[in-house]
């Protein structure tokens, strides 16, 4: 039986059938349930492939069509991913998708091939972050990126696919690497709801600047503390307050490392929130020294709130984090310059301010939800009609 053949049970109800292919179920809910709600209200019948643990419930309550793949997320190992391939290819085959949306490494490296083999017209990809893979240097690191490289840009250069990329440096090694701009968008994040995330004052008590992320290596967390730590050294009456928690990374900060830096008391150790609104109404700084991002979510969160940032001088951060008009940008992997701005925007109300003011200015021109919707609903569009 050919993989046609094989769709041919679930033949097309009249509905275009869009299939976003995701690594963990949580990070759909969290980052593209907006876009694909709207490509529902759109005709589109949305399909979600991922790795299922909470909340498969709330996704067959959109009415969304739900199906359980098994990614592994911590490294890239062709041999072990090789029974990931096999069942996108028997999704793929099976569903026959007019669309199909991979969002990370993974789902874009295996769905790209998988939609390949099984002749899927329009195929639309989104690093949404370049991650481990591009933010290390030792060997192993550096000959698995080669190969993601070549793998995706042999994908990428076929007709009916498209590459988003989040920030401009990253379109442009993309570029540089040999994709054209027929093969590339530029769509500036996932999109912030402005009225989930409204802009407050901030509390009249001491200042606290708050880190919303995985307790990852790759986002500056050590460098923070270090930075923590010299402020209090230098009797800086600044709370610094880590909101996240560890994940399936290779660079995951040890659960023994918290419990020392909780017991140390340079930083507090908050733990995973669903309220990160509340969060940051409780906070003055939004912090995030990062090795490099794709667009972080957590700094768009924390400028609609109308909170200043420091972040570091990086692709994805530097796009969010504008030198004195939304905060104040700094090298990367130096915990004395991130300590030094930490410091400025703690002893200086009226800076604070002013930035945050002009941050929720920022995403309300740019990075709101609606307008990061509408671009991409017209990008699958142009990838429908083209197909």
Known sequence: MTFREAG?????????????????????????????RAASQAGWQVHVATRLADHRPRMEEEGFHVHAIDFHRSGLNPFRDIGTLISLVLLFSRLRPDLIHNIAAKPVLYGTMAAWLCRIPAVVNTMAGMGFLFSNENLKTHAARFLFMRALLMLGRQRGRNLIL??????????????????????RGSGVDLEQ??????????????????????????????????LKQRGIALRIRLVGSSDLNPSSIP????????????VE?????????????????????SYREGLPKSLLEA??????????DVPGCREICLENETGILVPARESVE????????????????RLGRQARSLVEAQFSEEVIVAQTLELYRSMESSA
């Open 8 to 36: 041919k049970t679930e033949a097309s109800s009249g509905h275009k059938k869009l299939l976003f292919v995701v690594t963990e179920d949580w990070y759909f809910w969290s980052h593209r349930l907006p876009i694909a």
């Open 303 to 312: 400028a609609a709130s109308g909170r200043p940032i420091v972040a570091t």
């Open 255 to 266: 659960e023994a490392t918290l419990s020392e830096w909780s017991a140390e008391g340079a």
């Open 197 to 230: 995330y409204p802009a407050s004052d901030e509390p009249d008590d001491t200042p606290v600047a708050i880190c919303v992320s995985r307790l990852l290596r790759d986002k500056g967390i050590y460098e923070l503390v270090e930075a923590a730590r010299l």
């Open 269 to 289: 150790i908050a733990g995973h929130s669903d309220r990160i609104a509340d969060e940051y109404g409780r906070a003055h700084i939004a912090v995030l020294p």
């Open 338 to 353: 991130l300590a030094y701005a930490l410091e400025r925007l703690a002893l200086d109300k009226k800076l604070r301010q």
């Open 166 to 187: 989040q920030n401009v440096d990253d379109r442009q090694m993309f570029l540089d690497a040999g994709l054209s701009d027929k093969h590339v968008s530029l769509i």
